[in-house]
C-alpha cells in the first residue's frame, strides 16, 4: 500500500515521510477554517449597498426578526409617517455593539412601519457602509413594501434630511448613544 509521498506505508520511508502528509493536512484543514471564519471576522458576509442585496440580506440570509431592538426602543412605539402610525425597529450586532456615535460599519437598522393592529406597511432599511456616502454619515437607505418592492434606496433626500437634524447621533433618531 502507498501513502500520500508514494512511499509504501509498511516500508521504513513510509513510517519517517508518512508524517508529512498528515502535517500537510493538517495545515490545510486549518487554513480552511480560517478562510471560512473570515467572513465572520472581518464582518464580510454582508450585502452590498444596493436593496436587492439589502432585501436579500435582512430576509433570508440574516432575517431582521430575529435581530433585538435598540435597548432605549422595545416594542412597539406610536410613530411619525413616514415610518408610522406605528413602527418597531431591529438592530443587527454591529450595530448593538456601537457604544458611541458614529455606529459601526455595517449596522443595519430595520423600521417596520405598521398599524396598532400589525398590518405592515413599509420596511425602511439604513445601512452603515464605509465610503458609501460620508457627508451623510456612510449610510445607504431603502424603503420596501412589504412584498420587498423597492420604493426608494440609495442616498435618498428625503431620509438624508429628516435624519440629518440626528447627524450628531449618527443620523440614527430611535436611539440615543451615551
Known amino acids: 500500500m502507498l501513502d500520500l509521498t508514494g512511499a509504501a506505508a509498511d516500508s521504513p520511508e513510509g513510517i519517517k515521510e508518512g508524517i508529512m502528509p498528515k502535517t500537510a493536512l493538517l ?3 486549518v487554513l480552511l477554517a480560517l478562510a471560512l471564519c473570515a467572513p465572520a471576522i472581518s464582518g464580510g458576509g454582508l450585502p452590498k449597498p444596493d436593496a436587492a442585496s439589502v432585501w436579500s440580506y435582512i430576509t433570508k440570509d440574516s432575517p431582521y426578526q430575529k435581530w433585538q431592538s435598540w435597548p432605549d426602543y422595545q416594542g412597539l412605539h406610536r410613530a411619525r409617517s413616514p415610518h408610522g402610525p406605528y413602527n418597531k425597529v431591529y438592530v443587527n450586532q454591529a450595530g448593538l455593539t456601537s457604544k458611541k456615535a458614529p455606529a459601526n460599519y455595517g449596522t ?6 405598521q398599524t396598532k393592529e400589525g398590518q405592515v406597511r413599509d420596511i425602511t432599511v439604513q445601512y452603515k ?3 458609501y456616502n460620508p ?3 456612510d449610510w445607504f437607505w431603502a424603503v ?3 412584498q420587498g418592492k423597492v420604493k426608494a434606496s440609495g442616498k435618498v433626500n428625503g431620509c438624508i434630511r429628516c435624519h440629518g437634524a440626528a447627524a450628531d447621533n449618527d443620523y440614527i433618531m430611535v436611539h440615543s448613544f451615551k
Open 108 to 113: 443595519l437598522e430595520v423600521k417596520v412601519a
Open 135 to 137: 457627508a451623510a454619515g
Open 129 to 131: 457602509v464605509k465610503g
Open 27 to 29: 495545515t490545510l484543514l
Open 144 to 146: 420596501y413594501t412589504p
